[in-house]
């Protein structure tokens, strides 16, 4: 299939938003797990947790480059659940369902459509992210991430 969308370098950042954000932006809790990949695009997709319902957590476009304290601290969290597994006997197997991050995001719902191996549609949902805020090992908290720029012919009226 050609790839039709335009290089990432040429979106101006009304246009990306435009794109990414076609529901309304609101509050969100969510839990993150230390599971992660980037897409063809190098959006970070982290697997995440919505009222005890596995989600799509999707950091994309020009906010992709601002998720490296975010995925350090995700790898970390792997890293010290193993090294306190293996402390404690236990080798370095770890649940990584069971390490989750709490963190508060600003971002807009997206249905995303697959099909199963009998060939049917089904619908799942992820999460595009615009802003989200951490605190950091002292109690810091930061804020990353931009609002999403909206055009005026976009506004509800």
């Given at each position: ?12 950042p009304?246009?990306e ?13 969510v ?115 931009t ?11």
């Amino acid at each position: 299939m050609p790839q039709r969308r335009k290089p990432s370098m040429h979106h101006i950042p009304a246009y990306e938003d435009a794109g990414l954000f076609k529901n309304t932006v609101s509050p969100i809790d969510v839990e993150l797990v230390p599971q992660m990949q980037r897409n063809a695009r190098q959006d970070l997709v982290v697997r995440g947790f919505l009222q005890d319902r596995s989600i799509d957590v999707v950091f994309a476009g020009r906010r992709a480059k601002q998720v490296a304290p975010l995925e350090t601290h995700l790898s970390a969290m792997v890293a010290h659940a193993r090294r306190w597994a293996q402390g404690q006997g236990l080798g370095k197997s770890v649940d990584v369902e069971s390490l989750r991050l709490p963190l508060r995001i600003e971002g807009a719902f997206r249905p995303k459509f697959s099909r199963d191996v009998s060939g049917w549609e089904t619908r799942a949902y992820q999460i595009m992210v615009s802003r989200w805020t951490m605190i950091d090992a002292v109690g810091n908290i930061t804020v990353f991430g931009t609002q999403p720029v909206i055009s005026a012919a976009k506004t509800p009226r």
